[in-house]
Structures are given as C-alpha cells and as structure tokens.
C-alpha cells in the first residue's frame, strides 16, 4: 500500500455528482501539469484539505482486510482517476467512513509518496466497533488451516511475542502479500497493532521485532530476509531456492492435489445451487448461480472435502396451476410434441391475459391444489412439463460441463410436508393467523409455513429439505447459492431451521443479479434472454474471430468446431466468475461474450502457447531443475514471485465463496508469462532447461485453474 502510487494530494473544488446524491466529484492538486478528478463518497471532504490519493495501479484494503488494486474507472458516468482514503483502506486505522485528513504541514510535498513523511504524522485515533449480530447469515466462515509457509511465518512472529512479553494470539497474526514483491513475498503489520495498544512507537516496535527475528530465523531456506517500511510493516523475502522448490511442486499434480485434501479434514458440504424452474427456458439469469455454484463445488472438492451438490429444481407451486390452465385452453398442439419455449409462451399468455380475467388466478390456485392432493389428470400434465423441461436443461448443462450430483425438485419433498407442519405446531413454533399457519421471529416479519386453503409453500418446503439432508448426509455445511434479492427469505429460513433445532452452519451467498439497465429480468412478461441463445451468438462470434486469426493447422473441421464450441464457453463462464459474486451485472450482449483482453480465451490461448512451447523441446525433463541460473531476468523472477501462491488462492476462494479470487489469479500468471514470453526466447537458449520448467509450472497453474472454473483447457487453439 505504502509505494509511489500513494501520494499526498490537495483537494481544491467540490461539486455534486449529477447522478449520484450521495456523492462528488473531488479536484485535487498533486503538483502535476493537470488537476486529478475523483469520485468520493465520504462526508467530510472539504476544500483545502490534505489527503491520501491512491493513483491507478495503488492498492487498498476492503473491509475484509484483503488488498485490492485501485484502477481509473466511471462511477455513475463519471470517471474517478483513483481515490481519497479512509484510515482503515490504508490499514492505519479503524474509521473506513471518513477519508484521513492529513497535517497541513505536507502541502509543500504535493506529489510525493506518503510513506516518506509517516514519521510526522500522528495516526488516527482507533474508533469503537459496534456489536455485530453474530446471527446474520453471512457471519459464517469455514474454516481452514494455514499452508506450510504462512503457519511457519506466523510462528516465528509468535515466538517474538511470547519473547517480549506481548499479548496476542496466534490467529490475531495476519499476514497479506504486498502489491510488489520488491516490498517483499509477505508482509504483517503486528507491530503497527501492536504498538497502538501500547502507545508506543510502532516504527520503533517494528525494529525491534525484526532484530529478534533476525536471531531465530534460518535465513538458508525459507526466509532470505526482513524489512522494515513504514508506517510499520514487517517485510519477509522468501529464500529463491524455496520459490524454485515450490514451483517444483506445482508440477507434480497428484502430490499437490494431496497436499490440497489435507484441507477438508473429512468435512461434508451441501451445495445447493442452479435450481432452474421447470416450464421455463434455461435463462441467462440462471447462469450466475450454475457458474459460481460449480466453481465453488469444485474448489472445495479439491480442498479435501465431500461434496454434494444438489439440483432443487423449481417443479411445485402455483405458478403450475396457471401454466396447467394456460395449456387446457389455448394450447394449439399436443403437449407431447412441446417445447419449453412452448411452455414459457403459454405461461406469459395466461399472465396477460388474468389481467382482465381475474377469475383465471382462482382456478390456477384450484388446480394446484388439486395437483398437490395427487388428481390424476392434473398431476400427468405436471408431469409431462418436468420431463419436457429436464431435457431442455440437460442439454444446457452438457453444454456448460456441468454435472450435478441430484436433482431433486420440490415435489421430492411433498411427503414430509405434514411432518413439518405437525412439528411446528405440535411445538407451538407456528401459530394460526387469518386462516393461514406462520412462524413469527423476533427480528423478522412473519413467514407463512401453510396457505388458508391447505396450499405449503417454499418455506415448508425447504424445510423439509433441509431436514431430509440433515438426515441423509449429515453435512458440516450448507451452502445456497441463490440471488441476493432472497437475502430476507433466507434469513426466515435459517432462523426457522433454528427453532425447529437442526444444528447445521448454512450459508446464503447471495450473487447479484444479471439484470437490464432497467430492472430485473420478467418471465411474466416474456422479458427474459435465454443462455441458449447467448451461447449460440458465442460461438458464432468465436467462429468469426477464428476467420481472421490463424487456427492450429493440424486441427480437423471437427476439431476446429469443438474448439470453438470451447473458447464460446470460456468465454461467457469467465466474463461471470471474474465479476464480484455479490455485484449485480447490467447485460451487454458484447460483454457478456467478450472474447478479448482479461477474458477466458486470453486464458485458454495461453495454455494452449504453453502446450505448444513444451512440445518443440526436445528436452523432455521439465518439471524439475537441478541447475538455476545464476542471473534470473526480472520476467522470470516475477513468475517465481506468484507461483507460490497459488495454494492460498485456492484457500482464499473457498473462504470468501468467491470465483473470482482465482479468476484474478489466473489473469496475473497469465499476463506475467506472456510478459516473460515477449521479452525472452525459450527454445535453444542456454537457459531453455529453466525457461521450460518456468513454462510447465504456468501450464500447470492454468490447467488446474481453469479446471478449478469448469473451463476446457484447450491444447490447440
């Protein structure tokens, strides 16, 4: 955080953001020929004030405490050339709503870096937390044992403690990697936390810890050395001949699979996710939870966990007693001879036409209640839509390389539907109300378990299903994969799980939406993209860029068709994991199929240069090396500074639920081998046994990654 991207700036005009209330445009003076523009949210910018001014290419801390790099982007159409911080973005303080407003005496070093100046300021006072509600449902973290080498780090830093007498718990050690690895592999501020509740120096508390850490540490494997950078981090250089070692085991799948596993410690989780509606299309809408409930299942799989993920189809409620209305009168063929297309047109004619027929709602809550007491008539039709619609997905999910380990709908649960109800009476946990069975909650509003004319509902229903699981798979975990707009019911949910005493961690991750500019897709009113037709433009539009670049020679039609069928996958599965899960996603037909820049194909496209490069070689050995060179480039020593981490992305991802941590990953390795590539040969050069095993170790972070992603690895592109 502390480099030349952190400079001290002055703010010298104001004014209101024209699409946003709650924020302005800030002009600041960094001594440069131009005034710097950005967007701010704070409220206690003013004019005249010093501040910090994080520049493109900067990081930051979210409020997880994880660095995140600062780019030039629009902000409600305006662009924001970095960003005013706050004390906690800077991991000074505790304040992440106000920026931090410097002395005044460091306006005469507009332009320069902070960090040179952190000696004259007095840092910010630590703010009271407030309570959290420790019952949120986001609240749960699984939990996951450190790699070899932050554990080892953390107990060095531990043993100074315990040395000097400082009171701190192992796991109140926090470690994170700076933005360039000329700060070092590892960074831990303890003695910046420290000091404040000593009242002490921190600079002075940081040299202190690394002279002791000077005495205990073997600096001939694992640490090369320790710095100290203010305001007070502690620096560790990892020894070069560890980052050869690891990068050596990278290259070894099965043993780091192995080392992987021992992560899951015999843990089960439930990944509820997908869960497509039976009648409809398979919709664009659909594909955030598909994507990312894969790419989480897949994570955790390799972590060592048992995994089952749960298909929770949507085949039960009213909306069938509409669509079994729709279809007896205005059907105009065989429900056999169907589609689901059929099916969706049907269901948005009966919605537009209740409209003026009101009567059309009393018979489709008639039907389904009857469908729900098992009419034989009635429950044949059901049927023959779920079977319609099971192929229509089956075909998308081939399509997308997803395989679910079940597909239970919500008519699976219907049975033990009168269990739960009598459960929630019999306990008085549910009470009657206006001829309809709720459960009241003391933070809540109330949640209806049965309808006043008999009818269940999603709630009864999903308690059933988590019982059912409880029961049969005896999970640690249960993770729902399911939009954030069901954030409430979720919670209803959960604290419903709760009183009826089933004792299981449950998880809503709650993705953002894929949305029009104007609001939410509408199955009602036929205002929907189906992924069928997004998948089709893809490869289209793959087939296209294919016309005008050059395809591996060697590649049959049917080979080139494959591929392309591919990149058209990667591409549209990339463009979703790579976004923030929790962010809602505005559909743009180009973006949504981006095949340029940070993009699937770019990763598959360097897999396949990968590929290609080991191929030539006539060297064979490339997953070890016995000799290094005695000069590494700075290309080729950046490729060993990332290699190591790639364990702790894996890690990061499944803790934080997201994707994208690995996406972002990938990128970084992708980018910094092509960077390598375009400045160096490989192939006959004095250092080509060091420069292949270079190449086998970003060969095999990639197919591992991707794999990670439910992405092909293409050999030949």
Sequence with gaps: IFNSRLIIAKIVDISPHPQADKLQIAKLDTNSPSITSVVCGAHNIKTGQIVPLVLPDGQVLNSRNQLFSISISKIRGIESVGMICSPAELGVGDDGQNIWILPEKLERHLGQPLFGFMKEIDLPPKKPTKNQNKNTITSFTPSFSDTAIVSKIKQYIFQVCQKLKLDIRLKEIVLSHPPDS?????????????????????????????KELDLIIDKTSLINRIEIAPPAFINFYLHPDFLIKQAENLNYPIQFKNTLKSYGQDRTMIIDYSSPNIAK??????????????????????????????????????????????????????????????????????????????????????????????????????????????????????????????????????????????????????????GTLIINFDNLPPAILRKSNGATTYLTR????????????????IIYEVGADQKLYFQQLFQASSLAGWSVNMVHIGHGLIRWSTGKFSTRKGDTIHLSDVIDKAIQQATLVAKTTIVAKDLTAQ??????????????????LVQDPKKDILFDWNKIMSLQGDSGPYLQYTYARCKSVLLKSKIKEQKNINKVPQEINPEEQQLLDIFYQFEEKIIESAKRFSPSVICQYLLLVARTYNQFYAKHKIIGQTEEVFRLFLTQTTNHILYTGLGLLGIKAIDKM
């Design 281 to 434: 299309p398979f919709g664009i809408g659909h594909l955030r939870s598909t994507n990312i409930g894969q790419a989480i299942y897949n994570t955790y799989k390799i972590l060592g966990w048992k995994c089952i993920g749960d298909n929770h189809l949507g085949d039960w409620g009213t909306q069938f007693g509409k669509l079994i209305v729709a279809i007896e009168k205005w059907a105009d063929k065989d429900l056999s001879k169907m589609t689901v297309t059929d099916l969706e047109k049907l269901y948005v004619k009966f919605h537009q036409q209740s409209k003026d027929t009101p009567e059309l709602i009393e018979q489709a809550r008639l039907y389904f209640s009857q469908l729900e007491a098992g009419n034989p008539k009635i429950k044949k039709i059901w049927q023959q839509c779920v079977d319609i619609s099971i192929q229509e997905f089956n075909k998308v999910y081939r399509l997308l390389g997803v395989k679910i380990d079940y597909a239970y709908g919500e008519s699976f649960y219907q049975p033990m539907l009168s269990a739960i109800i009598d459960k929630f009476e019999k306990e008085a946990l549910a009470v009657p109300s206006q």
């Design 462 to 477: 999903d308690l059933a299903t988590i019982k059912y699981r409880i029961d049969k798979w005896k999970p640690d975990l």
């Design 559 to 576: 080979q080139t068709k494959n591929m392309l069928q591919q990149v058209a996958i990667g591409a549209i599965k990339f463009n979703d």
């Design 182 to 210: 000329k700060f070092g592999h590892f960074s831990a501020n303890t003695a910046f936390v420290l000091a404040k509740k000593l009242k002490t120096n921190p600079l002075k508390l940081a040299e202190q810890f690394k």
